[in-house]
T-cell receptor, first 111, second 111 residues
Framework: DTAVSQTPKYLVTQMGNDKSIKCEQN?????MYWYKQDSKKFLKIMFS???????INETVPNRFSPKSPDKAHLNLHINSLELGDSAVYFCASSDTGAVAFFGQGTRLTVV | SQQGEEDPQALSIQEGENATMNCSYK?????LQWYRQNSGRGLVHLIL?????REKHSGRLRVTLDTSKKSSSLLITASRAADTASYFC???????????FGTGTRLQVFP
């Protein structure tokens, strides 16, 4: 069984559109994250949720809005997509102070 | 800014040789972790070392941590072509629940 699954795996969309990426974990972890990996492979944390509550928001434009309906899910909604949003987005989960488990990533291409 | 920086950025070796990657970070930490990323895939946890530990082994992996220098190294012994991947260090700064990733080292092991 996949521990952290995110969909879709690939997403190609036009500038200005709104899109969502979904993430689910079946590990029972309290903490979930969204990371962005750019073309240079730098991996930057965007958000962290603990038990459905936002605990970290790392200077991300407010076009990005995470939503956690329950502690097993953390979805990422992006409004008014821009070319610079093209990247691979990774969802991850962990128990505090422990190992993070990553999803396979969503490659977003904005054209 | 990135918490961690790794060097070298890229490393090419022959099978059977050892590979050493270094990571430096900026603030005090709870723990430091190393992750591996195969091309086009998510990150996979390799090893975690706590701030009160100095060395840790796991199979062909050896990790050291020097908190006075704020640095860590990952040694992969007797490398194999299958070790080809990017390797990232990640730190959990004190009093936070987030993992901050370094810039990564791209390792290429030639058969």
């Amino acid at each position: 069984d996949t521990a952290v699954s995110q969909t879709p795996k690939y997403l190609v969309t036009q500038m200005g559109n709104d899109k969502s990426i979904k993430c689910e974990q079946n590990l029972g972890h309290d903490t979930m994250y969204w990371y962005k990996q750019d073309s240079k492979k730098f991996l930057k944390i965007m958000f962290s949720y603990n038990n459905k509550e936002l605990i970290i928001n790392e200077t991300v434009p407010n076009r990005f809005s995470p939503k956690s309906p329950d502690k097993a899910h953390l979805n990422l909604h992006i409004n008014s997509l821009e070319l610079g949003d093209s990247a691979v987005y990774f969802c991850a989960s962990s128990d505090t102070g422990a190992v993070a488990f990553f999803g396979q990533g969503t490659r977003l291409t904005v054209v | 800014s990135q918490q961690g920086e790794e060097d070298p950025q890229a490393l090419s070796i022959q099978e059977g040789e050892n590979a050493t990657m270094n990571c430096s970070y900026k603030t005090s930490i709870n723990n430091l972790q190393w992750y591996r990323q195969n091309s086009g895939r998510g990150l996979v946890h390799l090893i975690l070392i706590r701030s009160n530990e100095r060395e840790k082994h796991s199979g062909r992996l050896r990790v050291t941590l020097d908190t006075s220098k704020k640095s860590s190294s990952l040694l992969i012994t007797a490398s194999r072509a299958a070790d080809t991947a990017s390797y990232f260090c990640a730190t959990e700064p004190l009093d936070t629940d987030k993992l901050i990733f370094g810039t990564g080292t791209r390792l290429q092991v030639f058969p």
